[in-house]
């Protein structure tokens, strides 16, 4: 399959902003393929960004380039650089989100991105790193656009941890979807690590729910007729596809009722807990 070009930025859908980029590449590359990760990053929140590519950019065909446009105004505090990791490429702001999508491997290779002139105006995004998307898409080398470097900006993830007794697993929110499913940082694996078949609560705020699922939809009594059992607004929790642990609330519309963050009361780096017998 051929290499794709992915956009992924706190842009929004309503500023000209994404459509000029878009556009700069179309002027710089003959029919590319751009495909939009997200445009709904929240303005600045680098974690964010990381999460939602971190669990994506491997279902693109190697050799993929992934623009990412978050907090990346170029400054001599926040260089743009080219990474290569796992066979994808990155274009980026040197600002840590690299090593929050890949936390335990290093890029391959790394390149800050020489500025051959000075942006014509504030949106440097489009000229510098559509130009360098645009060179690797169409199979130039990376030692083109810069200088090579062997250090970029860490940010460390957030782990979750395991008390003195093993009966206690300490957890963050990290990541709330666009239903307000609650994503945690609790693994599947460890919680069968330490959990070892014993009863367990998982807590937050003053909520406590007692079993994990397996899908959404086991909440349900299906063996009870449709037009008399209850369906919206049952809470859970699960490990998702991602293999972490989620709360959620059956069907519930946050437009309407509120989802699990609203009506739970949770927020990003809220804690999370699971306590075993």
């Not at 930025?9 to 556009?23: E, I, M, N, V, W």
């Amino acid at each position: 399959m051929n290499p794709v070009i992915t956009l992924t930025s706190d842009f929004g859908q309503k500023d000209p902003y994404l459509a000029s980029l878009r556009g700069e590449l179309h002027r710089l590359v003959e029919h590319p393929v751009i495909v939009d990760i997200s445009h709904e990053i929240e303005p600045f929140h680098i974690a964010q960004a990381a999460f939602v590519v971190q669990n994506s950019y491997a279902h693109f065909p190697e050799g993929s380039v992934h623009i990412l446009c978050i907090d990346d105004t170029v400054s001599p505090e926040n260089k743009p650089i080219v990474a290569k990791l796992n066979k994808h490429y990155f274009v980026c702001a040197d600002n840590g989100i690299l090593s929050l999508i890949s936390p335990k491997f290093k890029p391959d290779e790394v390149y800050e991105i020489e500025i051959q002139k000075a942006p014509t105006d504030s949106f440097s995004t489009r000229e510098i790193f559509a130009h360098a998307a645009a060179h690797i898409i169409r199979g130039g080398t990376l030692s083109v656009i810069g200088k090579k470097i062997a250090q970029i900006h860490v940010r460390l993830p957030f782990t979750s941890s395991v008390n003195n007794d093993k009966n206690t697993i300490t957890g963050k929110v990290i990541y709330i979807d666009n239903y307000e499913n609650v994503i945690t940082n609790i693994s599947e694996e460890l919680f069968l690590e330490i959990g070892q078949g014993r009863a367990f609560t998982i807590q937050f705020r003053n909520n406590e729910i007692k079993q994990v699922v397996r899908s959404y939809a086991e909440v349900i009594r299906f063996d009870i007729d449709k037009n008399k059992r209850m369906e919206g607004g049952k809470e859970l929790a699960l490990f998702n596809s991602l293999g972490l642990l989620e709360l959620a609330i059956y069907k519930s519309n946050p437009k309407h009722t509120g989802g699990a963050s609203s009506l739970f009361g949770l927020q990003y780096l809220d804690v999370v807990s699971v306590h075993f017998e």
